[in-house]
């Protein structure tokens, strides 16, 4: 029988994931043992690296994989270490990280153990950064698996800070990355005994696969992300930060704008102003092809239109776009199979809804989330506090974001959320948790708990011919530990004295 000719690479990327992980688990051992100060020293040492390099690894990274900005991808990479490592560099990972001595309780820091992380096309090299410095902070090893469009770029990121760690100091093996990667490989370190946790960022199929191999798996779901304009916000800034937030990189992060949803009364003021801003809506006749480009067939994207340029698109698509333009705008008359664009679009292609008040906004940004987006992230533009509390109250997602860009501000680069690339959906997005992901998500908690009361007098069992125990020698709830201890003590040695 032949063999396919892929068999080879598929038993080179097991082996190799076998290898790393047994490899990450051993150095893992040692490390988990490691002082507060030593930990710091191999992450701070890896951020600077990362940081100084994120020009060429953003570079990499688009010629790599053709998504993007190159200069917005050194920009995520300059997130993901500097920001990312100042967010984390003074949480306490270590021994006793905290004591409530009221309720005389101890917190101990304990690490998971190893991290199979796995790592999208979109944001190849931020996303490696991000997630070695989370793993390591709290005492993880970490086995990164690339996106097989990105395997190169995203090893040399792992690699820039595998050398720097281990100069500092880090265990050899702590930090690793695959370079054969196959599903079969990628599968077999997610399923590898040494591996404790898995973490995913990518796509829906990538998520499904981690959760299905029965080991506790953090991933995120797509990000069908509206943007609501109320006519109380300001429309200028609105607009710019639509547009800018839609534009950058492409369209590539998970949590940027989708869909904006307009108040009737303001609708067209902040049409004009997105014109203003490089938006450009699609003439009618253009509008099927640029769909047809972009979502083939209902909730699938095309690969080839992600995360590219409104003229690479016009190309693909045999239309024309004037130069100027950063963003293709389509009107959506509905929400569902129906209407594919109003779904995830990760390239620069955002659609456009009118509703009249902000009740009807939120029933659509509601569709919108659940056509594909629930959990994740939801923009808003307003300066009515009822407004923006109704959102916040109402709405199926985790991070509401108010007068800022999607992208920047779901990521926390503009907000005071928590920086981060993993941005997880909530039980309603089929995540475990709703958070941004960070170092805290990685690390486990031992509890060291002294007794602060007595255990109820009816728990005690004594044998039922016990002598000199009588109700009014029994155990009350108003009887101190020592008096119980004593009583204990006592009838213990009535029994000792039988025998």
Same mark, same amino acid.
């Given at each position: ?20 992980? +047994? ?21 701070? #040492? ?45 949480? !306490?990972? +270590? ?29 190849? +090299? ?20 690339? @996106? ?61 696969? #981690? ?25 200028? !800034? ?8 839609? #534009? ?45 480009? $972009? ?12 995360? !590219? ?14 130069? %100027? ?21 990760? +390239? ?27 959990? @994740? ?27 800022? %860009? ?34 805290? @998500? ?41 008096? $119980? ?15």
């Amino acid at each position: 029988m032949a063999l396919p000719e892929n068999y080879d690479m598929d038993l080179r990327a097991i082996q190799e994931a076998r290898r790393l992980a +047994t490899q990450c688990r051993e150095a893992q051992r040692s490390f988990a043992f490691a002082e507060q100060e030593e930990v710091d020293s191999v992450c701070a #040492a890896m951020a600077e690296a990362a940081y100084r390099e994120s020009a060429r690894l953003g570079l990499l990274a688009h010629e790599e994989t053709g998504f993007g900005v190159a200069r917005h991808k050194q920009i995520k990479n300059e997130f993901a270490s500097k920001t990312v490592w100042e967010s984390i560099k003074d949480i !306490k990972t +270590t021994g006793v990280i905290n004591r409530d001595d009221r309720r005389r309780v101890m917190e101990i820091a304990w690490p998971v153990g190893v991290v199979a992380a796995l790592s999208p096309s979109t944001n190849p +090299t931020s996303t490696a950064i991000y997630n070695v410095l989370i793993a390591v902070k709290a005492r993880n090893g970490i086995v990164v698996a690339p @996106h097989p469009s990105a395997r190169s770029s995203t090893f040399e990121s792992v690699r820039v800070m595998v050398e720097a760690g281990e100069e500092a100091g880090m265990p050899k093996g702590l930090v690793s990355c695959m370079q054969n990667i196959t599903l079969e490989g990628t599968q077999e370190l997610m399923r590898h005994y040494a591996v404790s946790l898995i973490l995913a960022t990518g796509g829906a199929g990538m998520v499904r696969a #981690a959760h299905s191999v029965g080991k506790p798996a953090i991933g995120v779901g797509p990000g069908n992300v509206p943007v609501y304009v109320d006519r109380s916000a300001d429309i200028v !800034k609105a607009a710019s930060d639509i547009v800018n937030s839609k #534009a950058f990189d492409c369209s590539v992060i998970c949590a940027t704008e989708q869909c904006v949803v307009a108040d009737r009364p303001i609708a067209e003021q902040l049409r004009e102003e997105m014109k203003k801003n490089g938006a450009y809506w699609l003439p009618a006749e253009d509008v099927p092809i640029i769909e047809k480009l $972009v979502i083939p067939s209902p909730g699938v994207m095309n690969p080839k239109a992600v995360g !590219k340029t409104p003229q690479q698109l016009a190309q693909l698509a045999g239309i024309q776009v004037p130069d %100027w333009v950063r963003v293709l705008v389509v009107d959506l008359q509905g929400v569902g199979k129906e209407h594919p664009l109003s779904g995830e679009k990760l +390239t620069t292609v955002l659609g456009f809804m009118i509703e009249d008040g902000w009740q009807a906004g939120c029933e659509r940004c509601v569709q919108l989330l659940k056509y594909g987006g629930d959990g @994740h992230s939801l923009v808003i533009h307003a300066h009515s506090d009822d407004v923006i509390m109704a959102f916040g109250l109402e709405k199926p997602a985790f991070r509401i974001i108010v007068n800022s %860009w999607g992208t920047m501000g779901a990521i926390g680069a503009t907000t005071g959320i928590v920086p981060a690339m993993t941005l997880a959906p909530g039980g309603i997005g089929g995540a475990m948790v709703g958070d941004n992901i960070t170092t805290t @998500h990685l690390m486990n908690i031992k509890r060291v708990a002294y007794e602060i009361r007595p255990p109820p007098p009816a728990a005690y069992t004594l044998a039922p011919d016990v002598k000199g125990l009588t109700a009014s020698n029994a155990p009350s709830a108003e009887l101190s530990s020592g008096d $119980v201890e004593e009583i204990v003590r006592r009838v213990l040695a009535q029994l000792d004295s039988r025998r």
